[in-house]
């Protein structure tokens, strides 16, 4: 049969190509229905959002943002008439349900806090770990392996195990609840991946270029800038990417080390309740604008994606 | 642009410090690079864990700071491993370990090898499966518990469809038997497409010769699948089994926000029980202890794995 094939002889048939298509599209539609539905629930109305049967089919409504960004406070139908017309969309809705405006919710500053110590901690783990990488990928550094080895090994340890002393050396600083301290101790976890990844994107690199570079008569701190950093732009910017990724999604240190002032979104988005119980389409508000800078990335980094969740273990 | 940035660096860095620098050697310079990374893991991460040791001897307790601390000695972990809240907590921790990597490694390998036949859209695809990982487990844990109510949640209500059981009795998180199940479903949502992403590198790295020369020494599909594919892919499903399994052994935030180690102590995993050890029952040396118990557990079942790993790589 693979005689009158004009392809090689190994390459699959059609026929198993449409069945492997077939189960990977079906397993793809299946595995982003509850990202879907995080996104339905996020425009529908509190009552939409917990009917029965499950609706698909609903009005849209930015209901959920509006509480999401709002603390509301439940008025006499007397007192919300006797106010003045309603200005905006959300204070219309809400009205509606016989409440008034009270105020800003605390998710933006959560979600600001998020943003400062993500990017500050990937700024701050990215400039440490291209140093070292630099170090360790071009310089003999003594006992290397085992440096390198104890910085992976820092990742070995559960947060859990770990928040509980820094918990107590924090107290014993003034870091805790600060973004200072979150940036600190992300810095420290993520680190790692960047000493590790940044060391295989620069061994990547002929050391030629810097030879050449030292020997028109810079030295070596100025070809490292000159000739290594430029190359190691891509490299630089996917380390800087899971760095964020990282920082972004981490929970646990932020659920223990955390509570007003340094919280960041993720333990701040579980507590998002409504009357009786949680706010649903809020919460799913809150999820969606969460996700979706991460949505972004990801599909920035696909080409990078296995070499960063292995370590660099893993090139191809 | 870099360069003229370089140029005003060196111009503007005044002529002792830059004779200092100049004259530095690469061994002060590979220092100079290195430290700063070492301090910070030695500041935020080593010292606190010799502060754990220390207290896991003790009988501190963090919400009584002004209490005379007593020196237990090895108390502490004696009553962990005579403990038996401590072994069940084990126990679930490796049934939810067992599960989810069994699960994610037959699932993510098929996935992998179906697409590696490079059918149209291939890639589009692929990237599809892989959003799930690339979200916070807490997050996205904590929508779950939504999917998973019992009547409105679109889970429970798809198995009710499915199976015809009463919509009101799909008790996922609630019902002890299922629960454990409801975390390992989640788990193996979000992490599959990861081990499937390793597994198609493993399978890309398989050179298109050998199959070539199995298909002219005509030997079955069977064969060169048991013979080539799967040998051939081992370490790299190895090297997948050992991520995913130190990062479950260390679950904590997509269970917390799920189950919180409940219905009862049903889906407590380790991390939980530490959880409620030090930051709700604030036993800080006992759960250092446990923490310390649980570090070289990891610590050296990593080691292991890694030993067996080079050697099947380097066969």
Partial sequence: MSLTSAHSVVAPSANSKLVAGTIIVAYALISIVPLLWIFATSFKTPPDSIAYPPKIVFQPSIEGYCNLFT?????????????????????????KRNMVIAGPSNFLPRFVNSLIIAFGSTFCAVFLGTLSAYGFSRFKVPLADDLLFFILSTRFMPPIAVAIPIYLMYRELGLSDTALGMILLYTAVNVSLAVWLLKGFIDEI???????????????????WRTVLPQATTGIAATAIFCLIFAWNEYAFA?????????????????????????????????????????????????QLLRGITFGAVRK | MLNRTADNVARATPEPLARRVRGISDKGLAWLFIS????????????????????????????????????????????????????????????????????????????????????RGHAFWTTIILVP????????????????????????????????????????????????WSIIIVDTWMWTPYVMLICLAGLRSI?????????????????????????????????AVLFRGIENFKMFDMVNLLTGGGPGSTTEVA?????????????????????????????????????????????
């Fill in chain 1, 71 to 95: 603390t509301r406070t439940r008025q006499t139908p007397e007192y919300i008439n006797s106010l003045g017309p309603a200005t905006g969309f959300c204070d219309e809705t809400v009205r």
């Fill in chain 1, 206 to 224: 002929p050391r030629e270029y810097e030879e050449a570079a030292m020997i028109d008569g810079y030295t070596r701190l100025q070809a490292f």
């Fill in chain 1, 255 to 303: 659920a223990l080390l955390t509570s007003g002032s340094a919280q960041t979104a993720p333990p701040f988005i579980p507590t998002i309740i409504g009357e009786g119980g949680q706010d649903w389409p809020a919460v799913a508000a809150g999820t969606t604008i969460f996700l979706v800078p991460i949505l972004v990335f990801t599909i920035l980094l696909r080409k």
């Fill in chain 2, 36 to 119: 700063p990374t070492i301090l910070l893991l030695l500041a935020i991460n080593i010292f606190p864990l010799f502060w754990a040791i220390y207290l896991s001897f003790t009988n501190f307790r963090a919400n009584r700071p002004n209490e005379v601390v007593k020196n237990l000695g090895l108390a502490n972990y004696k009553r962990i491993l005579t403990d038996q809240d401590i072994w069940i907590a084990m126990q679930t921790t490796a049934h939810f370990v067992f599960w989810t990597i069994l699960l994610q490694t037959v699932i993510g390998f098929t996935l992998a090898w179906l697409i590696d036949r490079k059918f």
């Fill in chain 2, 133 to 180: 990982m690339m979200l916070s487990p807490a997050v996205v844990g904590n929508f779950w518990r939504f999917l998973y109510e019992p009547q409105i949640g679109l889970f429970s209500y798809v198995i009710s469809f499915v199976t015809g059981i009463p919509p009101t009795n799909v008790q996922m998180l609630s019902n002890v038997d299922l629960a454990p």
């Fill in chain 2, 207 to 239: 050179p298109e010769y050998i199959y070539e020369a199995a298909e002219v020494d005509r030997a079955s599909n069977w064969r060169q699948f048991w013979s080539i594919t799967l040998p051939m892919a081992l370490p790299f499903i190895m090297l």
């Fill in chain 2, 271 to 315: 991390s939980i029980t530490l959880k409620r050890q030090a930051f709700e029952s604030w036993r800080t040396g006992y759960s250092s202890a446990f923490a310390i118990i649980l570090f070289v557990a990891v610590f050296g079942l990593a080691n292991i794995y890694v030993k067996a790993l080079n050697k099947v790589k380097q066969r």
